[in-house]
């Protein structure tokens, strides 16, 4: 691989899995879960290339609700002059999370714009004045090493900081379990299981140094001793640049694991770090473990040492139509049609654009949307490389039983959701789901599994909210 | 280039397999065999498979278009189900017995419940059951030796009436003679050299390479065992099913089987004649009629090898293969419900 670079710089074909890839992904002994698929990744597109600074964007759209949880509420008014990392949403209540100003400018819009996990959505427009000025209340802490637990937390909450992996859980709520649940364990996640994203595999080669510092300062906050550092092993070069910053008697252990899909989901990965298996409908705090994304380490990092909120994250443009594939470290509220031109531009046809991974991933209908906190990456499909295969009868081929990460009988769950059975649905585990996309990956019929989890769970959520609002009536007859 | 995204749920990317895919390898792991019985029947083997093949797939689409539903005959399903249902006739049926069957079987054990995926028993089994109720003499008296073989798999002797049926039927008819009290001391003098020579390695190589009579496809496990080794590499079948369903026949058989008290059996023997091997590897393995987990599987192999073993060493029939897979077809609903996998993290609940 060090041999023929003037190659590799050239727009890759459609690659398959390296032989080598695959074999690496079975060696006997490696840590890892039960269940799963093995997907092509498609990682080679972007794993060789480094992480670089996207230009500073002109205009930015901040989404209030970027996490899970409430949306934050706007404490600046159109008009208004911000500086980067100023406060311009304010978090409305526990699970909530504050946003900031990513570029410095005038806020030109507050309204609803187009958010890549659906429709349209209340967010903050900025015109950027290209000054890029930090904003006041940013400054670097000396004293960052010797932070309480509960300075620390503050912090992190103020910061804006949540689960940079996808699922974009507020941070300081992870880090506050009640007193009856010790945690003696904090896993950081760099599996990246998700094909083609590349972000936490760069954030480790290049920032290793950060992202430790950034899991000591979460241990510090839980009071555990114990961190570890999962990686799927088909990043051996993260993998030993994690190792190399490692410093004796840390409590510190960098773990390679199985090439696995899903490898990084929360739960498969505590299965395979520490043999602990949560239980049904339970939290990892409930076996003594919080498991934090690596680029969330990160974001800890910049904001207890630098002061800095998280108003930029490093995610993974990549897909075949895209003329430059790349890693880019970019401003929160940054449009991906800008980024898109910024790489070089498209060539050929798009069919598809996802925001995330292909397996979990998030269908878009314009490229026209901001850059969020949870955004791994923007993956663009050429038409031909869309599956659009119709759905055929259950053969009851047993695969999505195999595949299921969860251990769960997704074609049984499949036939109750679409029979409107919801209840025997739910009895026979459809809330343990994580939408993973195992099941509807190795499915032969092509049936869309996930989505009639998806349904089956909101049909779930209403009818409990129904069921309150009911209840609520009688009492106050 | 925005007007013709694609907006669907994840995943979006899946795995290189489809409903075709699974059918044509089974089709392919199913040449091996019928070549084998085209050595051994004739070209008649032939006809009678590409007959039932064709009555298969226009039954199929004639019923679809009665349905108003998607043609869905190249699907490959109803290939498999007709190559499945002549490979479970004698090769010296007449003509019109395959025509019948194949209309049965996928009439009745298909497209009745609504076509692929529907159906809760095996629709060759089916037509094979419907075939043999009805036509009993046909299905159980036009046997055909194999080439430079006999039908027994054992040498003849004169006109002798104890190897003049398939090796299943022989064991069965010497067993009968050797337990009858009544027996004249040279019959069972007979019988057991009869035995002996069923036991020997000549037999049961004639039984592994297929040089024996019996239904058109069930013959030469070799040949079966190479088209099922390929489905195993495809992972279009599991070893559960398989595995477990021999293994339950050949160690009852070697239990109780034998002509000399319990542990006297043979279960090679036992498990090389008649149409254990494709039935455990090619029908007992349908995906749409056997359980979706491991467990459920394992009991599935188990139930048809326990009734397989029944059938055979206790019941009127020689062969207990077809009707064995389709009770247990039955009963799979059943094993599903109760062998749901331990769900991660589930905790046991009390009561």
């Known amino acids: ?169 507020p941070t300081h709520v992870k880090l506050s379990p009640p007193e009856s649940k010790p945690i003696d364990t904090v896993i950081l996640n760099g599996a990246e299981c998700e094909p083609w994203l590349t972000a936490d595999h760069r954030l480790m080669v290049e920032r290793p140094t950060e992202i430790l510092e950034g899991l000591r300062l979460i241990m510090r906050v839980l009071g555990c001793d114990r961190g570890f550092v999962g990686i799927e092993e088909n990043k051996p070069d993260a993998i030993e640049a994690m190792r190399a910053a490692v410093s004796d008697g840390s409590g510190i252990q960098v773990e390679g694991l ?41 974001a800890v990092h910049q904001a207890c040492y630098l002061g800095r909120p998280l108003v930029e994250r490093v995610a993974t443009f990549t897909g075949t139509p895209l003329a430059k594939p790349g890693n880019l470290s970019v401003r929160i509220g940054t ?28 269908a878009q209908f314009t490229l026209d949307v901001p850059v969020i906190k949870g955004m791994s990456g923007m993956l663009l499909f050429a038409p031909g490389e869309i599956d659009d295969a119709p759905p055929e009868p259950c053969l009851r081929c047993g695969h999505c039983v195999d595949a299921c990460p969860m251990k769960l009988v997704p074609t049984t769950i499949e036939k109750y959701v679409m029979a409107d059975m919801i209840d025997e649905a739910v009895a026979i585990g459809l809330q343990d789901c994580m939408e ?42 | 280039m925005q007007e013709h995204l694609l907006v669907s749920a994840s995943p979006h990317i899946r795995q290189d397999v489809s409903v075709p895919k699974v059918m044509y390898g089974v089709v392919i792991a199913l040449v091996p065999a019928l070549i084998g019985s085209i050595y051994f029947y004739g070209l008649r083997a032939l006809w009678i498979t590409i007959l039932t093949v064709l009555v298969c797939l226009v039954t199929e689409a004639a019923i679809q278009r009665m349905r108003k539903v998607p043609v869905t005959i190249f699907d490959g399903s109803a290939i498999v189900t007709g190559i499945l249902l002549a490979f479970n006739l004698p090769p010296g049926v007449p003509w019109w017995l395959p025509l019948v069957g194949a209309f049965f079987a996928m009439a009745i054990g298909k497209q009745v419940f609504g076509g692929l995926g529907f159906n809760p028993l095996n629709p060759a089994l089916v037509g094979r059951a419907f ?42 008819k010497v067993n009968e003679i050797i337990a009858d009290p ?22 049961i190589v004639n039984l592994f390479v297929g040089n024996v009579g019996g239904c058109i496809g069930e013959t030469s496990a070799l040949l079966l065992l190479m088209g099922a080794a390929y489905l195993m590499f495809k992972r279009y079948i599991g070893w559960h099913i398989p595995l477990s369903y021999i293994v339950t026949v050949g160690v009852l058989a070697w239990i109780f089987g034998g002509a000399d008290g319990l542990f006297s059996g043979n279960a090679l023997f036992h498990v090389l004649a008649g149409g254990l091997i494709l039935g455990a590897f090619f029908m007992a393995t349908d995906m749409v009629t056997s359980p979706v987990s491991p467990k459920g599987m394992l ?26 897979i389709l009770l247990m077809n039955v009963a799979t609903p059943l094993i599903d419900r109760h062998t749901r996998p331990k769900r991660f993290g589930e905790v046991k609940k009390d009561g």
């Not at chain 2, 004249?184 to 000549?202: K, T």
């Not at chain 2, 009734?307 to 029939?317: D, E, H, Q």
């Open chain 1, 258 to 298: 199985r090439v696995k899909y899903p490898q990084g989901a929360e739960k498969q990965l505590i299965d395979a770090v520490t043999r602990r298996r949560v239980p049904s409908g339970g939290l990892p705090m409930d076996v003594g473990a919080v498991v934090q994304n690596v680029g969330t380490a990160y």
């Open chain 2, 182 to 203: 009544s027996s004249a001391p040279h019959q069972i003098v007979q019988a057991r050299q009869v035995l002996l020579e069923l036991g020997s390695s000549d037999s």
């Open chain 1, 436 to 477: 993973c996309g195992s099941c509807a990956y190795v499915c032969p019929s092509k049936r869309q599994l996930v989505h009639y989890f998806k349904y089956g769970k909101y049909i779930a959520s209403e009818r409990r909210k129904a069921e309150v609002t009911e209840a609520t009536k009688d009492e106050e007859k």
């Open chain 2, 299 to 324: 009991i599935f192999g188990v139930g048809c090898g326990v009734l397989t073993s029944v059938i055979r060493l206790i019941g009127g029939y020689p062969e207990g293969v077809s009707y064995s």
């Open chain 1, 335 to 362: 449009l991906v049609s800008g980024l898109v031109d910024e790489l070089g531009g498209i060539t050929g046809d798009v069919g598809k654009i996802i925001s995330g991974g292909p397996m979990m991933g998030i």
């Open chain 2, 131 to 172: 075939l043999l109720a009805s036509w009993p003499v046909h299905m159980t008296t036009t046997w055909m030796a194999g080439r430079d073989g006999t039908l027994s798999g054992i040498p003849m002797r004169g006109i002798d009436v104890l190897t003049q049926a398939t090796p299943l039927a022989v064991l069965e």
């Open chain 1, 1 to 169: 691989m060090n041999q023929g670079s003037g190659r590799e710089a050239a727009v890759p074909a459609v690659p398959r899995p390296a032989l080598s890839e695959w074999t690496r992904g079975r060696t006997l002994g490696l840590k890892t879960f039960s269940g799963g698929v093995h997907p092509p990744t498609f990682k080679n597109l972007t794993e060789g290339i480094e992480i670089t600074a996207a230009a500073l964007p002109e205009r930015v759209v901040i989404p209030l609700g970027q996490s899970l949880g409430a949306p934050a509420e706007p404490c600046v008014s159109i008009g208004d002059e911000v500086k980067v990392g100023q406060k311009i949403g304010e978090a409305a209540g526990f699970v909530s999370v504050p946003v900031h100003a990513s570029i410095a400018g005038k806020v030109a819009a507050i309204g609803r714009f187009p958010h890549p996990v659906g429709g349209e959505r209340p967010a903050i427009v900025i015109e950027g004045d290209g000054t890029d000025e930090w904003h006041e209340s940013v400054c670097p802490r000396e004293n960052a090493g010797e932070l309480t637990p509960d300075e620390i937390r503050d912090i992190i909450r103020e910061a804006g900081i949540v689960g940079l992996g996808g699922a974009a859980f």
